[in-house]
């Protein structure tokens, strides 16, 4: 019993000093895959550079596993800028008033009341339909005396069959007057009397255009397949790496086409997920226009699967398809030179996510453009140190050891109680013959 014992005491004082050895290794060992990053020139200041898609590929969705370091192994600190296009806009309270007609032109007043912030659009509601008006804003602290913020905006209306486009905001140069003054002219077509202002509401619009990653994959052989009982046909779409997609781009050979559409993530194929959804549609005449899907959310996946209803049409002729995500900024500030060249490291699952202070302090210093850094391809780390492998997978034998043990200790104890019983029943026999 003692040797077993003792083996079973080497075998976790050797693991635990393997774990303590594992954890006293460098920091960067951790992560498997290295890419240089290059500056021209190496001097301080601020520098950017988009992240590849091989980086994202073996890089943890959220890109908290990446580290950058210079050649002396010191940590500069980093942020991941997401260039997404931001469209949005916060309702600013108010009062309507004075809403009236002068001349031809409808006017309404809007009390934004005391110290209202900063507003930057009105949304200008009007009677009718099938039109199109210019509009005016005016803003005043005081009610009386008026100053022009935006004139000659056009807003509009058209309704066709199942279909209406309209639009009635108009941005203006962010203020903070209390009192806004919306004024609408006439379509000369269709207004035979001044349009009634039905609405005015007004915003903090943030509206950023973004940037994008635009990438081309290859072109798959379509399957032919049923969807909800009709005829159709798919394409299973190898993005290139398990990347960030939320555009499909595609040009075809047909000259026109309207076909139901769905794609599907399926890097696992037996729990697929839609990601996308309508109709597909292309007219006479646009030969080279790009039909664009675009995606619910952002995806990260490797594979899609785009299934289009056909019902008695052939096929799409697909010749082209593109991805697109929205590009990813690193930026990272040198406070002096630093030793070349820089590293990049990533792939560490397990990586816990920096928090550097920098990332507070970009949006101010995004005032001076960051200059261009450039990133190579990346190598597997020399010095990675894959994680120890669990207890039971590196000592497999020690399962077996500690259920014999287990079992001997078993088998002993019953063969004692068994003993034990035995010599009891002559004695309890004799007991009870007296």
Do not use: C
Request: proline share 7%; no cysteine.
């Amino acid at each position: 019993m003692k040797r077993p014992l003792a083996i079973l005491l080497l075998a976790l004082a050797a693991s635990a000093f393997a774990t303590v050895a594992a954890l006293s290794d460098s920091a960067l060992s951790a992560w498997p895959f290295v890419a240089e990053v290059a500056l021209t020139p190496a001097k301080s200041g601020l520098y950017e550079f988009g992240v590849p898609l091989q980086v994202m590929d073996k890089a943890r969705d959220d890109l908290a596993d990446l580290r950058l370091s210079d050649a002396a192994g010191r940590e500069i600190p980093y942020a991941v800028r997401v260039q997404r296009e931001v469209d949005d806009a916060q309702p600013i309270a108010g009062r309507i008033f004075n809403q009236a007609a002068v001349g031809n032109t409808s006017e309404a007043s809007v009390d934004l009341g005391e110290s209202p912030g900063e507003h930057n659009e009105v949304e200008i509601e009007t009677a009718g339909t099938n039109f199109r008006r210019t509009a005016t804003v005016e803003g005043s602290d005081t009610g009386a005396d008026w100053k022009v913020l935006k004139t000659g905006e056009v807003i509009f209306s058209f309704t066709s069959i199942n279909h209406t486009a309209q639009s009635g905001r108009v941005s203006y140069p962010t203020s903070r007057y209390r009192f806004l003054r919306a004024r609408v002219g006439p379509d000369e077509r269709v207004d035979k009397e001044p349009p009634a202002i039905t609405s005015v509401r007004v915003w903090l619009a943030q509206r950023e255009k973004g940037a994008a990653v635009t990438w081309q994959v290859a072109v798959p052989s379509y399957q032919l397949q049923r969807h909800d009982g009709a005829p159709a046909s798919s394409w299973t779409i190898d993005l290139g790496g398990k990347v960030p997609v939320d555009h499909l781009l595609l040009m075809t050979d047909d000259q026109s086409f309207s076909r139901p559409f769905h794609v599907e993530a399926v890097d696992d194929p037996q729990n697929p997920r839609v990601v996308a959804s309508g109709e597909l549609a292309k007219s006479v005449g646009d030969r080279n226009q790009v039909t664009t899907i675009v995606f619910d959310n952002e995806e990260h996946a490797r594979k899609l699967r785009l299934i289009t209803d056909d019902y008695n049409n052939p096929p799409l002729s697909i010749s082209s398809i593109q991805a697109s995500a929205p590009l990813r900024e690193l930026y990272f500030e040198l406070k002096e030179p630093a030793q070349q060249p820089l590293k990049l490291y990533f792939g560490n699952a397990n990586a816990e996510a920096p928090h550097y202070d920098f990332e507070k302090e970009l949006s101010a210093k995004l005032k001076v453009p960051g200059t261009s850094a450039a990133i190579g391809s990346f190598v597997a780390n020399p010095n990675y140190s894959p994680p120890p492998l669990p207890f039971t997978e590196r000592l497999p034998w020690l399962i077996y050891l500690v259920l014999t043990i287990s079992s001997v200790a078993l088998a002993l104890v019953l063969f004692s109680l068994a003993r034990a019983t035995m010599r009891n029943t002559p004695d309890q026999q004799a007991s009870e013959q007296r």
